[in-house]
């Protein structure tokens, strides 16, 4: 069994990046991180993507609106960011606080500037296999990570537990992409599938984004999968210091003895999302450039 | 084995929205429909098209471009189009002469004007399965000619063979949808598939979409199968008239008599995607009343 390790690889991509940025005269790529409130995991997050975007000698512009926005002052906001030439990408930090309509506010970052990929144009363009558009974080993220682990999805059976916008949907569209590397045949299964146990073992490839720990067991495989686990759940855990422990929604010591290839969590997939969305914001300061 | 009648669940749907029209005081909805060129089917279809629009009561304003007509000429009358106050929705009948980008044509119609559903924002629509948009015609009707049949696809398999931007994906993402009727679980399938005979016999809905005629054969299906029948091939035949006989992607002497639903070709889906279009040009009427 190999592991796919994911700090590995995305450290891969931030050297690349950096190399990448060194090279422009002038100004630099720069992104704007935006976070309503202080829950505690977008503080964390967007504290990692602010560090890594000075690593990589991206610019971050950091704002930061009191909970108490509105989301009419959230859109004006917004608006500025889109209308200001030295911003190349903007990211507004999901989860919004209650009472905020994420889809509109994600719809309302311009879409030359959406390097989150939550834009429904970006969406359609997936669909539509048009380069031109950002794809999501964790979807190009996976993608990336098998490519660079040599998994070519031609001709296998690619199953995807999970239909949410941000992960099942658009990773299943990239996997049947025409493109090199993709041309996977796509099960997408979900809550309401009945026998999922069957459809699993069919796979070559496994997606697991589904929410639920360790959901999948190795009753659930077949030997040689190729298993990419996007699920990090707290489960209670005495022994550790935190009280919890953090687990995919693959049941890794079992799985991981019928599997080929494997991330663990943490370490897989998580590390991957914000060196995709530096890529992406890059190449909207280069697309913008080309303007 | 129940036939499912396309052209009876259409005239239903042309009966409605007669009704529905006929409640409107005042200006009615209105399709542009725009033809390049003089393609015999093209001619055909923008005729029917016409033609149903009159039994419903929408205005039809027929545009005929000569084959002569630039992208750009094309994109300044798919522009006025958008503007007019008076035109609804509007259709650009696909396929356009060589040298169009067709994609790029079908994104120049307005999204609140995009009656046939090629707007990439509207194709990201579906995957966000946010009604306020279009859903492209073909399967749209497919997912209304199985409501009507009593079809509900929550717990079922449903095996989508082909992956085209105009049925297979699109949809894949309507089987999907957490509203009620749709809940399927999903395989998209394609000419890279390897065994697509192993994955077509777990469907319990058969969408066959992939342009080979009388591609699928008996052993290929299971028992009680439902059948949706996407393809229009023409097959060379001495002993009709024509020459040629239409056949879909399917088998249909064969697998009719495994399956417990199907549709015929002609007369399943084709009669739907002018009914859709329809009630698509009614709803982007009432959509903008309410803008």
């Known amino acids: 069994m190999d592991l796919i390790d994911g700090n590995k690889i995305a450290s891969d991509i931030v050297a690349e990046l950096r190399a990448e940025v060194a090279q ?3 100004r630099k790529p720069c992104i704007a991180l935006v976070r309503v409130g202080e829950d505690p995991a977008s503080v964390s997050y967007v504290r990692k993507k602010e ?11 950091i704002l930061l609106p009191p909970v108490t926005i509105t989301q009419d002052e959230l859109f004006a906001l917004i608006d500025g960011l889109n ?27 311009s879409p030359e500037k959406d390097v989150d990929g939550f834009n429904t144009l970006n ?12 794809v999501s974080c964790t979807p190009a993220g ?6 660079r682990s040599g998994v070519d999805l031609k001709g296998r059976h690619v199953v995807v537990l999970g239909r949410s916008l941000i992960v099942g949907k658009p990773v299943a569209l990239l ?7 993709a041309n996977g045949t796509v099960t997408i299964c979900h ?12 796979a070559d490839v496994l997606i697991a984004a589904i929410g639920r720990p360790e959901f999948v067991t190795a009753d659930m495989v077949k030997p040689g999968v ?8 707290r489960v209670a855990d005495p022994t550790k210091k935190a009280g919890y422990r953090l687990t995919g929604d693959v049941h890794f010591p079992t799985v991981s003895a019928l599997a080929s290839k494997i991330t663990p969590v943490p370490g897989g997939v998580g590390p991957m999302t914000v060196a995709m969305l530096m890529k992406n914001t890059v190449k909207a300061f280069r697309l913008r450039q080309v303007r």
């Open 24 to 26: 422009i005269n002038g």
């Open 51 to 61: 560090k890594t975007a000075a690593e990589i000698g991206v610019t971050s512009r």
């Open 83 to 109: 209308a200001d030439p030295s911003v190349d990408g903007i990211l507004v930090q999901s989860p919004l606080p209650r009472g905020f309509d994420e889809v509109a506010v994600f719809r309302r970052v």
């Open 123 to 134: 969406l359609g363009k997936v669909a539509q296999e048009d380069e031109s558009g950002f």
């Open 142 to 147: 996976i993608m990336e990570l098998l490519a």
């Open 175 to 181: 996997a049947l992409q025409k493109k090199s590397g």
């Open 191 to 202: 809550s309401g599938t009945s026998n999922v146990s069957a459809l699993t073992r069919q």
């Open 226 to 233: 190729v298993v990419i686990d996007v699920g990090i759940n």
